[in-house]
Every structure is written in C-alpha cells, then in structure tokens.
C-alpha cells in the first residue's frame, strides 16, 4: 500500500448531517430518558445499558461513515464487514440497551401525550406490530431481506445507485432488529411463546447463511458484475474477493447464531432458577433515593449563554462593530454590492441568519441589537416625552414595514451599498432620537421594523423569557421586573413577566432578568407554535384577538415573504419588464402598483374574503374583521417557511460571497493580497444544488403543516360543536394551501441572482 | 415490548435508517489501460441524467498503487455543440481514493467526454456517456408534498382515536 493510498483511505470519514443529526437525536433523547429513569430509581438500566446504546451507534456510524464505506465499492469483502456491522453488531447492541422505555421518557411530554398515547391505545395498530414482531415473521422478513438483496441484479443496483444503496442498508438494519428482537428479548417484552421456539429459529437462519456463504465461497464465476470492472486494489482477482466475501460472512454470522443459541438453551435449561434469580434481583433493590426535580419550566438551553450580562453585551458591541464595519464598506468601497460588505451582510447573510436564529431560539438579534448600543447614554439626557397615544399600535409599523418592502423592490437596495450603509445610519439615529425623546422604548415596540418582523415570527420559537417560579413572583411586592430599580432597568417594553406570555414584543433583553432582585427569570423552553392558539390575556399586549393591528402586521408579513421572494423570479421580472416598456414610465409606478396590489389591496380583500366566510361557515354574526384577527396568529408559521426558504437560497448560493467581500475590504484598507474567484453566476435555481430544494420545500412543509395545526386549533378554541369547527376552519385550510402552492411555485422558478457572485458549493 | 413502544421504535428507526445509509455509489463507466496508468472512471447518478453529475477518477500505476498527483480535466462536448470543462480534484470527493468532479449538464443526449491525465506521464481519454431527461423540479416537489399529505392524514387519525377514547 503507497502513501497515497493510506493517507486517501484515512481521511475517507464522512460527516454526513443527516446520519450526524440521526445519530444524535437518537442518542440524545435515549440518554434524557436513561437519566430520568435512573433518577426515579430504576435499577433495570445500569450505565452498561447506555454504553450499549452509545456503541450501537457508533457501530451504525462506522459502517456507514469511516473508510470501510470508501472501500465497499472496491472490495466485495470490506462490503460485506460493513453490512456485517449493520446486521450481527448494532441491532443486538440496540436490544440489550432496552431502549423502549428510555426512548419514550427522553421525548418531550407534549408528544408523548398527544402524539404517542393515542397511537399506543389504537388496538389495530398494536394487533399489527404484534404481528410484525412475531418470530416467524421476522425470521421471513430477515431471510428474504438478505437473499433479495444479495440477488446480483439488486446488490449491482445498490452499487451503482446511492438511492437503492440506502434503501439496501436500511433494510438490513431494520430486518436484523427485527430478527435479533425475540432473541435478545429486551426489557419489558414478556413473550407467549417458549423460548425453545429460538433453537430452530436460530439454526435455520444459520442454515441459509451458510448456503448463502457457500455460494458466494464457491461460486465459479463473479456474480457481482461491479466487482469485475471496479479497480483491483490490493492484488487479488475479483473471484478471489468474492469467495473471501463468503467466508467473511459465514464464520462471524455462524458464530453469531452459535452463541445466541448456546445463551438461549443455557438459559432455558436453567430457566426457573434464572428467572427467579432475575426477578427477585430487581424486586430486592430499595428504591433510589429520588433526586428533587427542578419546579418551574425547563430552562432553554440557550439560557445559559443568554442569561450572563457580560455575554449580552459583548455580542451587542460585536454587532456594534459589524454595523460599522458595512457602513464604511458602504460608504467608501466599491459600489459592487457583490464585492461590498454593505451589499452581502446584510442582504445575504445576516438575512438568512436572523430567521435561522427565530426558528432554532427566539429573537436573539433584537438580544444583541447594536442600534440600543448606545441606549444607556442616552437615558441620560431622556427628555421623558411620552409616545402619543395614539400611535401606540402597530399600524405605524406596517405602514413602516409596507414602505420597507416597496423601497426594498424600488430602489434595488441589495445593489446599493451606498444606500444600504446610509439605512443602517438611519436605524441608530432614529434609535437614538427615541430614547432621547421618549420613555419605555418606543422604538422597539411600535417603530423598528425588524423588531416586528421579529416580535412577530418568534411567535413560534422554542424559547421564551418567563418567571421559574410563579409562588416567588406572588410573594414580590417590588416588580423591579417591570419597574426597575436604582442599578438597572426593568423592562422598557412595559412587559410584566409573569403575566407576559408569548414572545411578542419582548426583546429577549433580559433586563428584566437582571432586575429581579430574586433571580426568578431565566429563558424557558416554549412548546413551538402553542402561543399561537392561545388566546389568554397577556402583559402588555392584551388578547390577540383583539389586535386587528397585531393581525394586518401578520398579513402584511405573510404576503411580503411570498413577494419578496415571487420579485426575483424570472417570470415576474419579465412581467415588470413588459409592463415598464408599455407604459414608458419607468420601472418606480409598475413596482408601486405592485407592492400596493400585492402587499395591501389583495391581503384586504382576500382577508375580508376569509374573514366573511369564517362568520357564514358558523353562521355567526360579527365583523368580518373578527375572525381575521382569531385565525392571524395561524398564518405565521407558513409565512416563516417562505422566509427561511427564500433567505437559504440566497445563503446557500452565496454564502462565500462574504469572504470575497471581506477580503476586498481587507486589500483596499490593509493592502493584503486579493485574489477573487468566481464572476459568473450559475446557479440561479434552487435545482441547481442538489439538496437545497428539497430543503426549502422542506421549509414550507412544516410551516404549512403548522399552520393548518394552528388554524385548526383555533377553530376548535372558539367553536364548541366538532361539525362547525371544519366549517371555520375551512376558508383558511384553503386558503393556506393556496398561498403553499403559490409558494411552492414561485421557489420553483429561476432566480435572479441579487447582488452575489457564484455559490461555492 | 409494549406494542406502542415497538410502534415508536419502529418509526425512529425508519426515520434514522433512511437518513443514515449514505452510501457512497456509482456506476463504473470504463476501466482502461493508458500509458503507465490504469484509469477507472465513475458516473453519478444511475442513470445518468442531465442536472448535476458526477465524474470520479481513479488513476493506478502499473503496481495497482493509487496515484493522487496527477492533474484531471475534463471536457465535455454535447451534440449541439455545448462545451463544459472541469477539473477533478480530491478535495471534491467523498471518497478519497477518487478524484472527483461535479458538473451541471444543461442537456441530455449523448455527451463526448475528452479526459487529460497529467502527471509524470500523460494521457488523454475519450469515451461518451448519455445522459437522460433532467428530473423537473416540479418531481421533487411532488415528492415533498407527501410530506404534508402524510402528517396531515397521521394528524387526522390522531383526532379520530382521540376522541374514540
Ligand atoms: S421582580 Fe422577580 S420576583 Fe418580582 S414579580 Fe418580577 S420576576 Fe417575579
Ligand atoms: S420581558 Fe422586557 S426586559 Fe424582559 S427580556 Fe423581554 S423585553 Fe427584555
């Protein structure tokens, strides 16, 4: 073997996310469920349990990530020792973890209560795995699963295609659990049948192992036409390759089968004895001491990254920094927004980041905003003005965010560092004029537009900002939560915590947390989606029901993701093209027109649509306006999917755009050396990257699913008689399937590139 | 082994096994002897369609060793005339004892593949390959669209056991 050869074959491990993120979800939710169970107690899941949980999928991994998955396509041997991996090693590592009850415990309650419990009752369903799960069933399903796909046109299909290589490799694992279930008999499984049944269970499968491994032993010719054409690595001839395939299947399979039947008979022989023995071990274990359970929700667990000031402020000066950095690049580089901080950061990267952030968190961004950098300066010199009244609502930030988007269309600002550099100047001087000004952060609240496009989408992020203990806050005379005291500020946003509920309006500032003088405030996880279909009274924001402000914010938001997506796209390019030389007015009335038609005029009418058919559905008399401000909340997470979907494109097209940038910047201010690649632009199409996509219908799937859940809900909430509940419900199922398909669509039409060179991908 | 908890291992497993089996694959395309090297080239995916492929490389000496400091390029031609040209590098491989790569085929048909190998010896290549029609895009959203589908119908039957029990 050359040096060549050793160094390629060690740095062949993969990392692939998926079997990466498989892996260590299952893991993850297996230890939550081991730790709780060991914490209740239980001596039936001694850490050996969890070692062989932990080994079962390092077992997975190896088979299908490290060098051995390099080599397969070279060598029917190594092949074969990676699905030996899959078949002998891993499931009966799985069983002897006895995952059952820990996987069920490390899952969230909520989806064990609502989504496991009524499956779990469902009789049909029990009969059927019962079924499934019997020994002679397995023993078919294992048998036919290794001969079907050991048959030379399907083991030639799964070597030429990734596709039916997956397919070939879970099939495998998934019949050998089956396989390897009755014989590992893992807790709580109490089988009806004898155990004597394994013997012959057991030496069958030994039996069609062996004439399997004996045809591939002594087979005359290559029965895997792959192996005769692939490369010849290690000097031996393809038929040689093939009968050491055999033997390496016959002798680890066979002494597998060996030892489980010898375990079994060893235990049937002395099966009374064994059995008592076990029994009584378990019965004489005194109970473990119970360690006390936190009161309160759980913390997030982003909580203890967010909850310390020092890293709050840190992260807002780093911003701070960045924000400088794009309006010099802005102002003084060139006006090439794809090689201009001020055209990528914003408009690529931090974009894509902000929704990524909602989604896995909360609204992290408005935690580290650098336009409040400057806030407690300017505290000082207060004028205490109180914002009008009137203005206290969020229309001003529609109409604000309405403006946004048209000036967004109108003006190209993705190509304008110039202008992008002079927003963000904009943003700190009109952030800071309000806290001269104004008292309780009215700029936040009712004026900043990504405030709301945050307020509104963390609406369905897992964590919130909320009180640990509620009997804490009931004994808490001073609120400093709310009120402040002399060292810090209580919440600006007016946002009682213990009565605030939800995410909206509140900047996960956490002051209110540094002024509790009971450290009773902490980020908690936040079921996803629930504050949605709740419609309790909340601290500051009162019900959302009757927000019909709070409800055109959301509109507006959802029709903006679909336009500001649907605008890049090449038939409405072309539209606005054709439109522009009919007319012979420039581009500014057609993208005006359209902005008015697409982000005002077509959500009123269609909401008033909605809204009037809701009241017929449940024959109810009432404004139209009604049932738009109950279902809004539902429209969100459908909204967000387009969001997360339109900015990933952008990111994962052009993530390096960054780095081209930066090092411009660099070159111009530090004279290092510069070298750009790419120039053309060749991917604008999501199809254009194999996975991206599917990942962004992936995105809108979920939102849409969510927000059928959540209109659902809704409809539930407010109508007592199951009939009338579908009826409610239905305008606005149709109308999200509608608004998924246009969606859907419109991802699915080339893309103009804005403002990015090549994606590096 | 309660039957519900069966039923949920079962799901995860569908779920991790389906996510977890990324093999690598590939089509063997051609093996030859040229000059001092043996040659093997891979094509990705089975069959072959227009939109992104892939083109692995292996280079042998005459002793079966793997030589990596070789130079690969590609250049392929289709019937109308469109010309793609693509260097091969370790780096885009998975695989590591290939070099590797990744084009986009605007067009199906039958491509000619001029391949040059440049290392202590040189060496040139041709061979064709056919690529079928593209998947349309419109095809993997009908895929995902079962996604909502299903959970939409689990969703339902959920409300339906619910409320038998
Ligand atoms: S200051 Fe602390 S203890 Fe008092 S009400 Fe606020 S959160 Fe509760
Ligand atoms: S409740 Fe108020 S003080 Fe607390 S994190 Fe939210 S906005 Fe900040």
């Avoid at chain 1, 993120?21 to 297996?30: K, T």
């Avoid at chain 1, 004028?383 to 529609?398: A, D, E």
């Avoid at chain 1, 608004?739 to 039409?749: I, K, M, S, T």
Wanted: hydrophobic share 55%; proline share 6%.
């Amino acid at each position: 073997m050359n040096a060549d050869f050793l160094s390629a074959i060690s740095s062949s491990w993969q990392f692939s996310p998926s079997i990466l993120f498989a892996l260590v979800v299952s893991g993850w939710i297996y230890f939550r469920g081991w730790r709780s169970l060991r914490q209740r107690g239980s001596s039936r899941f001694p850490p050996w349990r969890l070692g062989a949980f932990f080994a079962s999928l390092l077992t997975i991994f190896v088979a299908l990530q490290s060098p051995l998955d390099a080599l397969a396509p070279f060598s029917l041997q190594i092949h074969m020792v990676q699905h030996l991996l899959l078949m002998i090693v891993a499931p009966p590592l799985v069983w002897l973890a006895a995952p059952e009850l820990p996987l069920l415990i490390g899952l969230p309650k909520w989806l064990r209560d609502e989504w496991i419990r009524p499956f779990a009752r469902w009789r049909r369903l029990r009969l059927a795995l019962a079924w499934i799960f019997r020994p002679q069933v397995a023993w078919i399903a294992f048998t036919a699963t290794i001969w079907i796909w050991h048959a030379p046109y399907c083991y030639q299909l799964a070597l030429e295609s990734n596709f039916w290589h997956r397919v070939e490799h879970a099939m495998f694992l998934m019949a050998s659990l089956l396989f390897w279930h009755p014989v590992m008999q893992p807790f709580p499984l109490r089988t009806t049948y004898s155990r004597w049944l394994l013997v012959p269970y057991l030496f069958l499968a030994g039996v069609q192992g062996t004439i399997l491994s004996g045809i591939l032993t002594f087979s005359h010719r290559v029965l895997y036409p792959h192996y005769a054409a692939a490369p010849n690595l290690w000097n031996i001839t393809p038929l040689v390759d093939q009968s050491l395939a055999g033997a390496v299947m016959w002798i680890p399979t066979s002494l597998a089968y060996v030892i489980a039947l010898f375990w079994i008979v060893a235990e049937q022989m002395s099966s009374g004895k064994a059995i008592a023995k076990r029994d009584g071990k378990y019965r004489s274990v005194t109970p473990a001491h119970r360690s006390p359970q936190p009161l309160g929700p759980r913390p997030s667990i982003w909580a203890p990254l967010l909850e310390r000031r020092v890293v709050r402020l840190t992260l807002r000066w780093i911003m701070f920094t960045l924000a400088a950095l794009i309006i010099l690049d802005g102002l003084l580089g060139p006006q090439i927004s794809a090689l201009n901080l001020a055209g990528v950061a914003p408009w690529i990267h931090w974009r894509a980041i902000l929704v990524i952030s909602l989604i896995v968190g909360g609204n992290f961004f408005c935690a580290v905003c650098p336009f409040t950098v400057l806030r407690s300066v300017a505290k000082k010199f207060n004028l205490q003005y109180s914002f009008p009244k009137s203005l206290q609502n969020k229309w001003p930030s529609v109409a604000l965010l309405a403006l946004f988007f048209w000036a967004y269309e109108a003006f190209s600002l993705w190509d304008r560092p110039a202008w992008t550099a002079l927003i963000v100047i904009g943003f700190f001087a009109v952030a800071l004029l309000f806290d001269l000004l104004f008292v309780q952060a009215p700029f936040c609240k009712y004026v900043c537009p990504i405030g709301q496009f945050n307020f509104v989408q963390s609406l369905v992020s897992p964590s919130e900002v909320a009180v640990r203990s509620p009997d804490v806050c009931a004994g808490c005379r001073t609120r400093d939560c709310l009120a402040g005291n002399e060292q810090i500020a209580g919440c600006q946003l007016s946002l009682f915590v213990p009565k605030k509920q939800g995410n909206l309006d509140c900047t996960f500032c956490l002051d209110c947390a540094d002024a509790c003088p009971h450290q009773n405030i902490t980020l908690v996880q936040l079921r996803p989606g629930v504050d949605l279909v709740s419609d309790a009274a909340r601290s500051g924001v009162g019900r959302y029901s009757q927000r019909i402000d709070l409800a055109a914010l959301i509109v507006v938001l959802l029709f903006a993701a679909l336009l500001n997506a649907a605008w890049m796209t090449a038939p409405l390019v072309s539209l606005e093209e054709t439109l522009t030389a009919a007319i012979g007015w420039g581009r500014l009335p057609i993208v005006t027109g359209g902005m008015l038609l697409g982000l005002l005029a077509a959500p009123f009418f269609l909401m008033q649509l909605l809204g009037k058919a809701s009241l017929a559905m449940s024959a109810e008399t009432a404004d139209w306006r009604a049932p738009v401000m109950r279902f809004a909340p539902a429209l969100i997470p459908l909204g967000l999917g387009m969001w997360l979907a339109h900015y990933s494109f952008h990111l994962f097209t052009s993530a390096d755009s960054l780095l081209w940038a930066t090092q411009r910047m660099a070159n111009d201010h530090l004279a290092t050396n510069f070298l750009i690649g790419g120039g053309v632009c060749s991917c604008c199409t999501a199809g254009s990257i194999a996975w991206l996509l599917p990942l962004e219908l992936l995105f809108l799937d979920v939102g849409l699913c969510m927000s059928l859940w959540a209109a659902y809900r809704i409809a539930q909430r407010e109508q007592p008689i199951p009939q009338i509940v579908l009826r409610t419900f239905a305008p606005w199922a149709i109308f999200l399937v509608i608004f998924f398909v246009a969606c859907v669509w419109v991802l699915l039409q080339p893309m103009e590139m804005r403002g990015a060179y090549v994606a590096g991908l | 082994m309660s039957p519900a908890c069966k039923r949920w291992l079962s799901l995860a497993i569908c779920i991790a096994a389906a996510n977890v089996v990324l093999a690598d694959g590939g089509k063997v395309q051609l093996r030859r002897e040229i000059g001092p090297y043996q040659v093997t080239i891979f094509t990705s995916p089975t069959p072959l369609r227009a939109g992104p492929i892939d083109l692995s490389v292996m280079v042998q000496n005459s002793a079966r060793e793997i030589v990596q400091d070789v130079q690969i390029d590609f250049q392929l031609t289709s019937e109308s005339g469109e010309i793609l040209l693509q260097h091969a590098s370790q780096a885009t491989a998975t695989n590591k004892l290939l070099q590797s790569a990744k084009l986009m085929l605007p067009e199906s048909g039958v491509w000619q593949v001029h391949t040059t190998i440049v290392g202590e010896a040189s060496a040139d290549l041709d061979f064709e390959i056919s690529a079928a029609e593209a998947h349309s895009d419109w095809t993997t959203a009908g895929w995902m669209l079962l996604l909502p589908v299903a959970l939409v119908a689990l969703f339902v039957m959920r409300e339906r056991l619910v409320r038998e029990n």
